[in-house]
């Protein structure tokens, strides 16, 4: 019983050891919210009003940073998961083409946008279905996208 006891010990300093030194790696931390240039015409104030909460966080400029995104290894994970967010779509920087803007609506439809994870983190974004087709068509207006939602 004291060896096993020990070993969970020893295990347990193991772990804390590695989060602490995960703590001293920078990356994740930048934070950055460059300022607004332009957001796009939205068909709707309440498609705007869905898209905040359902995409902004990664999509934009207004990211909202909770606490947690300044603690290895979820703010790595976070960091990555906006600067991947803010190049493929920025509702901020409105003054460049989007390539992938026409399909944000069928994204929204097959539930690929937001993502599962982030839906989990934030209840807000997780949108009933009818919210989620309105934000979808919104999205399909606002942006020109193709198919029938």
Same mark, same amino acid.
């Given at each position: 019983m004291l060896r096993w006891c020990k070993r969970f010990l020893v295990a347990v300093a193991a772990v804390a050891a590695v989060f602490a030194v995960m703590q001293l790696v920078p990356y994740g931390r930048a934070h950055s919210n460059p300022r607004v240039v332009s957001e796009p015409r939205w068909d709707s104030p309440r498609t705007r009003e869905l898209a905040v909460r359902a995409c902004f966080d990664?999509? +934009? %400029?207004?990211?909202?940073?909770?606490?947690? +995104? %300044?603690?290895?290894p979820m703010s790595w994970t976070l960091e990555h998961d906006v600067e991947a967010g803010r190049s493929v779509i920025n509702f901020s920087e409105w003054n460049r083409a989007w390539d992938l803007a026409p399909e944000a609506g069928a994204a929204v439809v097959r539930r690929d946008m937001p993502p599962f994870k982030y839906r989990l983190a934030h209840a807000d974004a997780?949108? +009933?279905?009818a919210e989620n087709i309105e934000l979808a068509r919104g999205l399909q207006v606002t942006f020109g996208g193709r198919g029938r939602i």
């Open positions: 990664c999509h +934009s %400029n207004e990211t909202r940073w909770p606490w947690y +995104s %300044n603690v290895a997780d949108l +009933s279905e």
